[in-house]
C-alpha cells in the first residue's frame, strides 16, 4: 500500500469529516476513490484487460518458440535442401511465410540482430531467388518500390505455393 498527500480547503475537509465520522476520513477517501474509479473504468474491464495482456505474452511465448519450426515443415525437401544453402536462409523463408513481406533492415534485425546487416540479407535473397529459379522455374521473392500494406521498399513472397511443391 502507498502513501499519498492530498490538499484540501478547510471546508472540503470539515464537509469529509462530518460525513467520514471521527477516524474515518482515510476509508471515506478511499472508498470515494475507488467508487469514482469503478464509475470511469469498471472492474470487469480491467480484469479483462489484464486477461487480454497475459494471453498476448503467452501467444508471442509460443510463436517464438514454435513459430518458424511449424512455418519451416511447409517448405518442400526441395526448397529446404537445394533453394537453401543454410539454416540463415530456411529462416527467412520462414519469416515470410510468417509475416508476408518484410524490408531487409527488418530481417536483418529480426533474424542476426542488427538492422545494419542488410547487404547481408540481401545477397541471401538474390542467391534464393537465383536457385529458385533455376530449380523451381521462378523466384521467390519480388521487390515493391512503393507503399504496399504498410511498407515501403519490401520485399514479398511472389507465389507460397512455389515453397511446397
Not at 470515494?32 to 464509475?39: G, T
Not at 494471453?55 to 537445394?82: I, N, Y
Not at 527467412?92 to 536483418?108: D, M, N, Q
Request: aromatic share 6%; glycine share 8%.
Amino acid at each position: 500500500m502507498k502513501s499519498i498527500r492530498v490538499n484540501l480547503e478547510q471546508d472540503v475537509l470539515d464537509r469529509v469529516d462530518r460525513v467520514a465520522g471521527p477516524g474515518g476520513r482515510q476509508r471515506f477517501i478511499r472508498e470515494a476513490i475507488l467508487w469514482r474509479l469503478d464509475r470511469e473504468i469498471p472492474p470487469f474491464v480491467t480484469e479483462l484487460e489484464s486477461r487480454l495482456n497475459e494471453l498476448e505474452s503467452r501467444v508471442s511465448r509460443l510463436e517464438d518458440l514454435h513459430g518458424p519450426q511449424t512455418f519451416a515443415g511447409e517448405l518442400s525437401d526441395v526448397v529446404t535442401r537445394q533453394v537453401c544453402r543454410d539454416d540463415l536462409e530456411r529462416r527467412i523463408l520462414t519469416y515470410f511465410l510468417r509475416h508476408g513481406g518484410a524490408t531487409t533492415p527488418e530481417l536483418a534485425e529480426a533474424l542476426l540482430g542488427d538492422s545494419r546487416k542488410r547487404r547481408t540479407i540481401l545477397s541471401r535473397m538474390e542467391g534464393i531467388n537465383r536457385r529458385a529459379t533455376e530449380l523451381l522455374g521462378a523466384p521467390l521473392f519480388r521487390l515493391e518500390k512503393g507503399v504496399v500494406r504498410g511498407k515501403r521498399g519490401a520485399w514479398w513472397l511472389t507465389d507460397v505455393d512455389l515453397l511446397r511443391r
